[in-house]
């Protein structure tokens, strides 16, 4: 969405290697979220947040909280099952705009 | 974990035709939304509802309607389905306020010939 910018749009990765995905966004944001879509189309919720970091397991989150015009994911020690399309959704008044993915494939 | 079913799992309609696709959670969340998501987009917001009774608009509501009956079950009406009308629509249901982390079901894949 154009309120919602992701980057990038595509990014492959060799297994065991760490990388970062970022979304900006072009107004102050209350919260953010990640998903993952798999192949088959489903979507899983990776991280909330209000503000901040989270971590689990080998992803981790962050959440500028002085100006909320951004967050990242870091992946680190990538793995073949990391692949799959990653989306940020960030909220504003109540509604989620979600950006337009990053596509991560992970190679052997 | 929580449960969000949608059905049909796919649909195929013609162009005119009135198309009904229903969504059912039973984690008593409050807030349910309908995306739809096309090839290569993020997920686009067509309509929610903070619990039974209430519905509201989305970014992109036209030619949709919604339905929320009760807590568990909230639909999406296409009263005169159009070809640009093609997507996979999602559902989602979240709990509201600073825990509102998403569940999404699997999707329904609508064909409009």
């Known amino acids: 969405g154009d309120q919602v910018e992701q980057s990038p749009s595509a990014l492959s990765l060799h297994e065991g290697t760490d990388s970062a995905l970022r979304c900006n966004f072009t107004?102050?944001?209350?919260?953010v979220q990640w998903f993952r879509q798999n192949s088959r189309g489903s979507l899983i919720s990776l991280f909330y947040?209000?503000?901040?970091t989270k971590e689990n397991g080998r992803l981790k989150s962050a959440f500028d909280s002085k100006e909320r015009r951004y967050s990242t994911l870091h992946i680190r020690d990538a793995q073949l099952e990391d692949s799959g399309t990653y989306f940020c959704?960030?909220?504003?008044?109540?509604?989620?705009?979600f950006g337009d993915g990053t596509v991560l494939t992970v190679k052997p | 974990e929580a449960a969000v079913t949608q059905s049909p799992r796919n649909k195929v309609a013609v162009t005119g035709g009135k198309v009904t696709l229903s969504c059912n959670q039973t984690?008593?969340?409050?807030?349910m939304y309908w995306y739809r998501q096309d090839t290569g987009h993020g997920l686009r917001l067509i309509h929610y509802?903070?619990?039974?009774?209430?519905?509201e608009k989305g970014d992109i509501p036209d030619g949709y309607k919604a339905s929320r009956p009760s807590q568990e079950n909230f639909s999406l009406i296409l009263e005169l389905a159009t070809p640009s009308q093609t997507s996979v629509y999602f559902c989602?249901?979240?709990?509201?306020?600073?825990?509102?982390?998403?569940?999404f079901g699997s999707g329904t894949r609508l064909t409009v010939l």
């Open positions: 984690n008593n969340h409050n807030n």
């Open positions: 509802s903070y619990g039974a009774g209430s519905t």
């Open positions: 989602a249901s979240g709990g509201g306020g600073d825990a509102e982390t998403l569940y």
């Open positions: 107004t102050t944001m209350r919260s």
């Open positions: 959704a960030a909220e504003e008044t109540g509604k989620l705009t």
């Open positions: 947040l209000a503000s901040g």
